[in-house]
């Protein structure tokens, strides 16, 4: 059913809302998403969407999730689809997918440039931005009345600052103008200024449905980095409860969950904001809890038992036929039967308790990651922004990474974002974590010799929970850690690496290591999975934050390389720095290595420092 419509005729007491989904990376993750979005499905959301990455990367299984909430688990679905890097006839391709798999609605966007490409580049001369798209559906005998529109709004500006508050207004008027039927709104944390811009959008003469997007905040590091690829401004007063508690991961998700609550009650209170998108990062339960706070649960108009009647075609005399005009009164026996066969199949979950006997319970076992590889079985693995993007920004990128035209350079650039000299590296957009930080003069001997190091963790035995530098989860327990690090090398360094790991690691050193063309070299059994990162709370089973696996390094892997070639493509054709960058991606390996002895804090570094073989 078309979301316009579903709004339309929605008469509860309270707003609507929709949950928003992202494909996940791996297959495990998105076997397990498909119960999670099953369980949040009980709450009654008037639909859900899943995101599109840039130009058409996640096509595939954008596609796949959407159509099996959609036909086979019966939830409406909004599919998001971008035009940005998309070649010509992907966008027909998709829509007509969607189209067969009963999918009627569709958030148009301009989307991000895929990694390896020019900031922005529109492939196909026919979309160069969102409203482009809004007027292609809209022209089409083929896609203009099957699908309902909506697009993205941004209260506080968009994240490239293309234009002005008012440029932004016209830019938003005219997608609707073209044909869309809704708004769906950048993430935001001050409820004040985004009910003034609500205003100035009616002003503009606006009128169909602006739907806020709300995401309690999970973690303070992931915040802290969602705020800043997305350029949203946050209140001091926010900053200011966050900083005490930021090591006590519970606190800053119970903190979120209250501080979605108190902006949602303050949205809706003047009775224009209608209803609610949850982005859920693939996490289901601060968003369960927000619902239940707001009293929200159980939203959707409860049906009706409906007596079950021959069909007016059927031969025989018509049974109950003094209510067969009755519909809502009235069900037939085929209808009956297929809503019933829907109603338990969309009960019906994959996996009733995926994480039980390893973390705690299907609903909360990946609440707390921690850490860049998580577990490659959660639905919520790997980076994610609102809308699907790269992450990457050109005008950063430049003025804090330079012009790197030599290796040289480029471990130059390694050290000042060690030393804390640049804010950001195209690996990481926020600074050295503190913990990275007790560990410096070791990073700094491997990135000297060229090993360019872009993750590690110190090894860690029994911290507090609420220890300032290691804590992580809820108070009261205790956290450990392996150490770890991470880095690119060229290959003749990997081959001393793996022999001295074969001579001198005597079981305690396994690594993984991968290059550009698929080629994967480790130590570790094909079904071996390394907990590096593992807590210890009360009431609770041991939980696993932080798995190094196959799977995981080579979903990581193929992403890391891509980054080289995002970087390389903010320098012109031709120029020093892109061949330089699209060189180190060609030739260079990424390796990583974990030392098992975590009762020893220098460990690893001595392993890879010192010994009898040196590197």
């Known amino acids: 059913m078309k979301l316009s419509d579903k709004i339309a005729a929605y008469n509860s007491s309270h707003p609507f809302y ?14 397990n998403l498909i119960p999670r979005i099953s369980r949040l499905s009980t709450l009654n959301p008037l639909a859900i969407s899943v995101t599109w990455g840039a130009g058409g990367s996640t096509r595939e299984r954008s596609i796949d999730l959407a159509g099996l909430t959609q036909s086979d688990y019966g939830i409406d679905t909004v599919l998001h689809l971008t035009c940005t890097n998309m070649v010509p006839g992907m966008v027909d391709d998709a829509l007509r997918a969607a189209k067969v798999r009963g999918i009627q609605n569709i958030l148009a966007l ?28 809209r022209s089409s005998p083929e896609f203009s009345s099957h699908f309902c529109i909506g697009v993205a709004a941004y209260p506080e500006g968009h994240p490239d600052r293309e234009t002005d508050e008012e440029g932004s207004l016209n830019v938003l008027k005219e997608k609707v103008d073209a044909g869309a039927d809704f708004i769906v709104t950048q993430l935001f944390y001050d409820a004040g200024p985004f009910l003034e811009w609500v205003d100035k959008v009616r002003a503009k003469g606006i ?4 739907i806020p997007g709300v995401m309690p905040i999970q973690t303070y590091s992931s915040f802290l980095r969602l705020i800043k690829l997305c350029g949203v401004k946050v209140p001091p007063s926010v900053m200011a409860a966050l900083e005490p508690i930021c090591h006590d991961d519970q606190l800053v998700k119970d903190y ?20 609610i998108h949850f982005c859920t990062l693939n996490l289901e339960k601060s968003v369960q809890l927000v619902i239940e706070k707001l009293q929200w649960a159980g939203g959707s108009p409860t049906m009706k038992n409906r007596l079950i009647a021959a069909s007016l075609d059927a031969p025989g005399p018509m049974i109950h036929v003094q209510l067969a005009n009755s519909s809502d009164l009235v069900i037939d026996p085929t209808t009956a039967t297929n809503t019933a066969t829907n109603a338990l199949t969309f009960k019906q979950t994959l996996d009733p308790d995926p994480g039980r006997g390893e973390l705690n319970n299907a609903a909360t076992w990946d609440d707390f990651p921690n850490g860049r590889f998580g577990d490659y079985k959660s639905p919520a693995f790997g980076n994610q922004d609102q809308w699907g993007g790269s992450g990457l920004c050109q005008h950063e990128g430049l003025s804090e990474w330079g012009n790197p035209k030599s290796t040289d350079d480029l471990t130059s650039l390694v050290l000042r974002y060690l030393h804390s000299e640049v804010s950001s590296s195209p690996f990481s957009s926020l ?77 305690w050193v396994h690594y993984f290591a991968g290059n550009l063309q698929g080629e994967c070299r480790s130590n570790v059994p094909d079904d071996g999975r390394n907990a590096v990162t593992w807590g210890m709370f009360p009431g609770q089973e041991i939980t696993q934050t932080t798995i190094i696996e196959r799977e995981s390094f080579l979903t990581w892997k193929d992403e890391a390389f891509s980054i080289w070639a995002e970087w390389a493509s903010f320098y012109p054709a031709g120029s020093e720095e892109r061949e330089l960058l699209n060189s180190v991606r060609r030739e260079r390996w990424l390796v990583s290595i974990v030392h098992h002895d975590y009762k020893r804090p220098d460990a690893l ?11």
């Open 18 to 31: 929709t949950f928003e989904f992202f494909p996940p990376r791996t297959d495990q993750g998105f076997e």
């Open 110 to 137: 301009r989307g991000d440039p895929s990694r390896g490409t020019e900031l922005w580049t529109p492939v196909d001369s026919q979309f160069t931005c969102g409203i482009d798209l809004v007027k292609y559906i």
């Open 207 to 210: 009128t169909v449905p602006i």
């Open 256 to 275: 979120g969950v209250g501080l979605a609550v108190d902006i949602i009650r303050k949205i809706t209170s003047t009775g224009t904001i209608k209803g």
């Open 431 to 507: 600074p050295l974590s503190p913990e990275s930080l007790t560990i410096l003069p070791y990073l700094e001997q491997l990135t000297k010799r060229g090993w360019w190091t872009v993750c590690s963790q110190p090894a860690v035995d029994g911290a507090s929970s609420t220890d300032e530098i290691f804590g992580w989860g809820p108070r009261g327990g205790y956290v450990y850690q392996k150490g770890f690090v991470e880095f690119f090398v060229e290959e003749r360094d990997l081959a001393n690496i793996e022999k001295k790991i074969k001579e001198e690691g005597q079981g």
């Open 605 to 615: 570094w001595t392993f890879l420092l010192d010994g009898e073989f040196a590197l």
